[in-house]
Nanobody, 122 residues
Framework: QVQLVESGGGLVQAGGSLRLSCAFSGRTFPTYVMGWFRQAPGKERDFVAAIRWTDDRANYTDSVKGRFTVSRDNAKRTVYLQMNSLNPEDTAIYYC???????????????WGQGTRVTVSS
């Protein structure tokens, strides 16, 4: 069984930074794609970024390119989302997800964390 635990959310002013972490536990983790999604109140869950455990290729949604960076530490089994130049539109609950064929759709991921709330004040 796979478990994902996010941390690092909080309240930050516009222009500030936060780093989210996602701790992975379970079997066969090297084969998974690790994704970050976010869901704002009343909106659908949207793709933010994804990275593979086995290489450094990462994908981002356009609205976060140049501001967010996804990375991983295989030894710690942890994936990070560094978020810089935050703005109020980034306010959402951020979820970590794992899937063997995950790309940018939520239904491509098999496992989800509980989410961590990010609030950006103007």
């Amino acid at each position: 069984q796979v478990q994902l635990v996010e941390s690092g959310g909080g309240l930050v002013q516009a222009g500030g930074s936060l780093r989210l972490s996602c701790a992975f536990s379970g079997r066969t983790f090297p084969t998974y794609v690790m994704g970050w999604f976010r869901q704002a109140p009343g909106k659908e869950r949207d793709f933010v970024a994804a990275i593979r455990w086995t290489d450094d290729r990462a994908n981002y949604t356009d609205s976060v390119k140049g501001r967010f960076t996804v990375s991983r530490d295989n030894a710690k089994r942890t994936v990070y989302l560094q978020m810089n130049s935050l703005n109020p539109e980034d306010t959402a609950i951020y979820y970590c997800a794992a899937g063997e064929s995950g790309r940018s759709r939520p239904d491509e991921y098999d496992y989800w964390g509980q989410g961590t709330r990010v609030t950006v004040s103007s």
